[in-house]
């Protein structure tokens, strides 16, 4: 008879293994990241504000209106929509002390973020001294080329391994495929990137997160992070519940399984409350090498687990970066 107990002991188990993957290949450290784009304060450590904006290329504008998004996260966005306009929004933000910021914007009927136009005022911006963070969506090989030329620090792009996702949440007809060749056109190019895969975006259920990982893990990106769906005013799946907890443990700990080397990072979007305080504890001991705007109660969890803590204001895709630091 299979009981609560042997469950336990069984999940506590992968956990345990999961984490000394993760100590065997990075050591006993973790990275724990406040860009300052959200205001996070507590004993351990406080963002400054505008060192790590987030700039969108398209303003307010979509052509997708996601389901779970709604353009709604662009509000939040300095808007720059014009190549001029990026480069001026960064000589303002680096004259108020920012260290880098992410570029990113709506996307296009196809899934694809505009990004071409723009590639010599990064080129200008590099010049600045910032780090330069490019989130793309659907990307080719001549994009990333031309990103990886100007020196863009890292690509930020989000996987999906479900069609039906894809057409009924982000409303874009893009196959598997297409997310496969994206990622493959991104290792080709030798840019650093940093695939993301979104837990339960399809109502709350895993839908696709394996075939994702699976892929992503065909190319053996810069770093993993994992993102969880959480319910947006105003939009579609407002009401729509979080996915449960368990559910994100499963692809935390398949994503060490089928990637011992890369490093994983719990991001900034996902849930916050009760849920944020159990996920984030949680993920510390599954051996995540990172985690964006961390709970009080997750660094706790780490100093109780003997880990190296470090801070840092930068985009948590950085990791891959911070990581190779503490080995040199």
């Not at 990113?104 to 990064?122: E, H, R, T």
């Not at 991104?186 to 699976?214: C, D, M, Q, W």
Request: glycine share 8%; aromatic share 6%; hydrophobic share 40%.
């Amino acid at each position: 008879m299979i009981t609560q107990q042997h469950v336990l002991k069984a999940s506590n188990k992968e956990i345990r293994q999961a984490q000394l993957i993760s100590w065997k290949n990075f050591g006993k450290n973790i990275f724990f990241y406040a860009p300052g784009f959200v205001h996070y304060k507590n004993r351990y450590y406080q963002s400054t504000r505008n060192k790590f904006p987030s700039i969108s290329i398209t303003g307010n504008e979509c052509a997708l209106n996601c389901s779970h998004c709604g353009g709604k996260l662009l509000k939040t966005m300095l808007p720059a929509t014009s190549p001029e306009t990026l480069i001026e929004a960064c000589r303002k933000i680096k004259s108020k002390g920012a260290v880098g910021c992410l570029i990113s914007g709506g996307c296009l009927p196809n899934g694809s973020v505009p990004i071409n136009k723009f590639v010599d005022a990064i080129a200008e911006i590099k010049k600045m001294g910032l780090t330069v963070v490019v989130h793309t969506g659907l990307v080719n090989y001549d994009t990333a080329k031309n990103l990886k030329k100007v020196g863009v620090d890292a690509v930020s792009i989000d996987i999906l391994g479900c069609e039906e996702t894809a057409r009924e949440i982000y409303h874009v007809d893009a196959t598997l495929e297409d997310y496969r060749q994206s990622l493959h056109a991104l290792k080709l190019s030798g840019i650093p990137f940093t695939p993301h895969v979104l837990v339960g975006l399809n109502y709350g259920e895993l839908r696709g997160e394996i075939n994702a990982l699976e892929m992503i893990a065909e190319t053996q990106p810069s770093a993993l992070i994992i993102i969880v769906f959480f319910p947006i005013k105003g939009t579609k799946m407002e009401n729509v519940a979080p996915t449960p907890i368990a559910n994100v443990k499963e692809i935390l700990i398949k994503s060490r399984m089928m990637m011992h080397n890369i490093p994983i990072t719990l991001g900034c979007a996902r849930p916050k409350g009760e849920y944020r305080i159990k996920l984030d504890t949680l993920a510390v001991r599954i051996g995540v090498n990172g985690i964006a705007f961390p709970t009080t109660e997750a660094i706790k969890a780490a100093e109780k687990l003997g880990l190296n803590i470090n801070f840092s204001s930068s985009c948590c895709s950085q990791i891959y970066a911070d990581i190779k630091g503490t080995k040199s």
